[in-house]
């Protein structure tokens, strides 16, 4: 079947480029050069999300474009989808891409945590090109809105496709707040389900994962599913790199964990997470 939108969240988004200042490059009709997408889906949502970033200046004044633009995301997605289900669901995907404009204001947010974040960042075009960490978050956070309606087979796959070309790996389930920033990004793991708060920066080689796994009762060899099993992250929390972050855990606001910390029990607000250090400890002996 051809998907045709229905919604209006096209004219949602065009009146969000209209409202952007010139940082985020929406009205810069420069040529960029051009960078092929893992696949296809993730070029399409670059151009709808930032589309002077990716040489679509031509959507930013033109709802009739935008519609088309959504036509052909939603064909993409109901393709994605139809391998793992009777039909194209048409409802799930209109309901996907009414959330764009919605999706674009939080990455809006995580380019300026990024800039914030990261002393080398010298401009949000710059964010928006070249950093891993915000075309893993941007993949995900449309993931995570499949996900939601129920199809996290496909999900998985855009997850997957942002893995492969990132290096990070998040998988659909996870919640994630605003203001969120994952710097160099290679290696970092972040579970299924696994929430993030606010205002979260962390870097490479992080793992949000689980301690332990639970076994089906009446089945052997089988793990069980759909439990939690991954830390809840609070607001304003900074995770180094290397960090281990185990089990269904509770790290509170304004917490700081050190660069290769292994954490598997709560983690109270206002706490500096640290290693005591072999070296540390005889200085203090001695």
Do not use: C
């Given at each position: 079947m051809e998907?045709?939108?229905?919604?209006?969240?096209?004219?949602?988004?065009?009146?969000?480029y209209r409202e952007d200042d010139d940082r985020f490059g929406t009205h810069c009709r420069s040529d960029f050069p051009t960078r092929?997408?893992?696949?296809?889906?993730?070029?399409?949502?670059?151009?709808?999300?930032?589309?002077?970033c990716w040489n679509a200046a031509e959507l930013v004044d033109d709802e009739a474009a935008v519609r088309e633009a959504f036509d052909a995301l939603g064909e993409l997605f109901c393709k994605g989808i139809q391998p793992y289900a009777s039909a194209c669901l048409s409802d799930t995907v209109t309901a996907v891409l009414d959330r764009l404009p919605e999706i674009r204001r939080l990455l809006k947010r995580?380019?300026?945590a990024a800039y914030k974040g990261d002393p080398a960042a010298t401009s949000y075009v710059e964010i928006v090109r070249s950093?891993?960490?915000l075309e893993a978050v941007m993949v995900h956070r449309v993931a995570n809105a499949?996900?939601?309606?129920?199809?996290?087979?496909?999900a998985r796959e855009l997850a997957e496709a942002a893995h492969r070309s990132t290096g990070i790996d998040i998988h659909p389930g996870a919640e994630i707040g605003e203001h969120f920033f994952i710097d160099h990004g290679s290696g970092v793991v972040i579970g299924e389900t696994a929430t993030i708060g606010d205002w979260v920066r962390m870097y490479q080689e992080v793992t949000l994962g689980a301690l332990h796994f639970e076994e089906e009762e009446d089945e052997e060899h089988a793990l069980k599913k759909g439990y939690k099993r991954h830390p809840d992250i609070g607001d304003n929390v900074v995770i180094g790199?290397?960090?281990?972050?185990?089990?269904?855990?509770?790290?509170?606001?304004?917490?700081?964990?050190?660069?290769?910390?292994?954490?598997?029990?709560?983690?109270?607000d206002r706490t500096s997470v640290f290693i005591k250090h072999p070296e540390q400890e005889r200085k203090r002996v001695d």
């Open positions: 998907y045709i939108y229905t919604g209006t969240a096209h004219e949602a988004l065009v009146d969000a092929e997408p893992p696949i296809e889906e993730v070029g399409m949502l670059r151009r709808l999300l930032f589309p002077g995580d380019v300026e950093y891993p960490g499949i996900y939601r309606q129920g199809e996290g087979a496909y790199a290397g960090a281990k972050i185990l089990g269904p855990i509770t790290v509170g606001d304004h917490v700081s964990i050190e660069a290769n910390a292994w954490v598997t029990d709560d983690v109270p």
